[in-house]
């Protein structure tokens, strides 16, 4: 800006309206007595005034206006992985090291030229990821480079950091020197914005020096492409890219999940290789295909040897159905595969570890497994499928389902419509049960926690005819809560949460105390819980346990960690007639002490033959004849929640088969089993295969993908998903609510709005900060919240940083952001500081401000001096006569005196 002229303006102009004070000075001189000469009091007062005006125009801020020329430089300096340390072009490559790299040596120059005056200033900022500290000396410039990441480049982020600290007196300059390859925010928008900022209102010129990217020998695997459905059985291609900055040869392995499918060794010539390989899909719904490149003769980076690719099939529906003895799910298998449904059978041990597995399958149920086999990540995985990938879950009863697997309180008793504990009927056998608690210095933190849960969730199964005690351990013991009615629940939780940590361990005296207390106690079952998680002090426990066994008084015990004494707990437990329990980790210890409550209550179950009782009759079981329905021997007793759909239940009302939706999926609790203890009788029934192959169908999830397409695209940290609908009659299917919801690797969720772009076509665009698999759930509803129209799921997989690719300079990049700005593109050093050749020669000016406030109140100080002389001296006796007065003004002071001259002495007044 070069028409800036000098000028004036107030900082706080709102002190103007001080100046009043100075109609108070002339006030002053009129009224005031002082019998000194006229004109000297006329000076006083035109003193004061003067002083007054100095002092508002500095309060007021007044501040003096001259355009400058000075600069303030920032050079921003790109330590990316991307930049190489080869010469610059038209600089002579001496030793290409880190330190001797092409930044340096072209700041080196530019520094030696002497380009920077004496008033400009200059500062430097390293960024990769973001931007580092701003320095004063090129040599700190790296210094600290880990600080900004060397895994990306985000030049939008390094321009906004430079911009911000340009202070307002200086004419801004940038200096960006980097290899133009972003891979994350949009470089060109913020050097525009700059405009916004400081006094200019114009964009800073921004000078790019392109720096040239790494030259070292690469291989890099560059994509997997596949198609992103295909039916079942179809062949279609696996394409590999491969890109070499040299010729070599390598070793090319594609995998499908964990499964090697092919190895061959190819040669690769320099610049792009593509090579197809054929493949088909049988019976999986989602298939990962990997590949990677090895063995080759030169290859700098391993990290971007490999990608990875995800294929959606569309066939017959598939359940996987996990159970605690897989034998004797063969009925239920066979029955499914009747009406077309494919399941694959697997033990615990085989529960998904991963989303991508789980979405190979419509459905997933659990029958008869116990909540102490499945992780925590499990179950959440479990609930994030079928919440926002909209997969179906379904839980099959069992001695160790529901309540008596100890699934109270758990994530998956949270998405199943029913809820494991129950109201406790009165015939049942009434409990007296001791929980012995380890509160040692061992168990401080998560630990004792847990424990502490996990009593608490023990104490709220129990029903008001059962008794419940709490004792607690270190080297001593005492009773947390005696033993007393389980209906005091609440007074007994607040008593278990006040426990603190403590000291050593002996655990032989709390056991004594229970067993001695339970021989007392009136009840039909008596039980001892122990929890440790260390070793004790020396005590017959063997003796004990023989004592307890010999009284009914049955004894589980748990430990906590690797070094809890297992052989002895494993001991006590077998002569004590109970379980034992190893808790690796300290958050699974409330189910296994809710499992074994409600295992030892014997109140979970009914084993009384009975005929399932239609509640709602439903379209989903159309055609199944329940009058004809043979008798069901047992089921595990659990509680309706508030908005299920109850379908059937026993004859003393308590569910059998129960269902709702939970997010985008359906989850449904059968209570009864499918295998020959309860369900012994239904293994023969006609309606078998056919009630629950309609029962799966209404759970599953439902893939719908007729009219309807989706196309997934990830580039530079972010990715776009395209949704084409068209409905029935073929016209485009405009106006419908579309939503995406996106799984990333860590399991964190987003919802995001698809928006229409064009007709019957939806878009949505999201981040992908992490590395590997994103589950996406598309779903279309009817306008105003209306039925479902279509779901899809989809997934990519985010590989390698775009760092690690092999790319060449982006000079087009860094020439738009050099003319956008008014900079130049790949100045020589000694130009880097000129501004671009335009049709305007005036130099770029910017508006120095300088505070007048200093100079003002000094001034006023040395006035206010003159102005006590003017006002303690009186300077008539050493001036003429002439200046005493006129005759036809005298002086006051000649009036009052009789025209008597003082002397010298006595002239001043004090």
Known sequence: MSDLRYGLEFTHPGWLAALVAALWVWWYFRRSLVDFTRWQRVVSTSVRVAIVLLLVLALAGLTLLRPTAR????????????????????????????????????????????????????????FGVRPGAIVADAASVGTDASSVGHDGTDIAAAIDAAAAAMPPDYVPRILLLTDGNQTRGDALQAALATANRGRLREAIPISTIPLPTRNDPEVQLSAVKVPAQVREGEPFYVEVVIDSNHDDEGLIEVFRGAHKVLSETKPLKKGENRFRFPQSIQRERLAEYSAKVSGAKQDTLLDNNSDSGLVFTNGQPRVLLIDSDPKQTEHLVFALRQEDIQVDVRPPQGMPEDLADLQNYELLALSNVPATSLTQRQMELARTYVQDLGGGFMMLGGDQSFGLGGYYKTVLEEILPVRSDFEKEKEKPSLAMVLVVDRSGSMAGQKLEMAKEAAKAAVELLGPKDQVGVICFDEAHYWVSQLQSAANKNRIADEISGVQVGGGTSMYPPMEEAYQTLVGAVAKLKHVIVLTDGISNPGDFEGLAQ?????????????VGAEAAGDLLE????????????????????????????????????EQPFIPQVIRPTQALAGIDFESAPFLLGYVMTRPKPTCELILASEQGDPVLAWWRYGLGTTVAFTSDAKSRWAAEWLTWPGFSKFWAQTIRHAMRKNDAKGVTVEVVQRASRATATLDAVDPSGRFLNGAESEITVIDPRLGERKLPLNQTAPGRYVAEFETPHSGAYHLNLSQRAANGGAVIHQQTRGLTVGYSDELRLRPTNTELLQQIATATGGRFDPKPKESLLDAPTESSSPRLAQQTRPLWPELVMLALILFIFDVALRRIDLSVWLPARWEGTPS????????????????????RR
């Open 547 to 559: 004592n307890m066994a010999s009284t009914r008084i049955t004894c589980t015990t748990v430990g």
């Open 71 to 126: 600069q303030f430089v920032i050079v921003a300096v790109d330590q990316s992985l991307s930049v190489g340390t080869g010469p610059m072009p038209g600089v002579v490559d001496a030793n290409s090291t880190k330190k001797d790299s092409a930044a340096n040596r072209y700041l080196d120059e530019m520094l030696a030229a002497k380009v920077i005056g004496s008033e400009d200033r200059i500062a430097f900022v390293p």
């Open 889 to 908: 003004m005298p002086s006051r002071k000649a009036s009052r005196t009789e025209n008597r001259r003082p002397t010298p002495q006595t002239s001043i």
């Open 571 to 606: 001991t006590i437990a077998r002569i004590g007639q109970g379980r034992y329990f190893i808790a690796n980790d300290p958050a699974s210890l409330p189910q296994i002490f809710a499992k074994e409550t409600l295992t030892v209550s014997k109140a979970a179950i009914n």
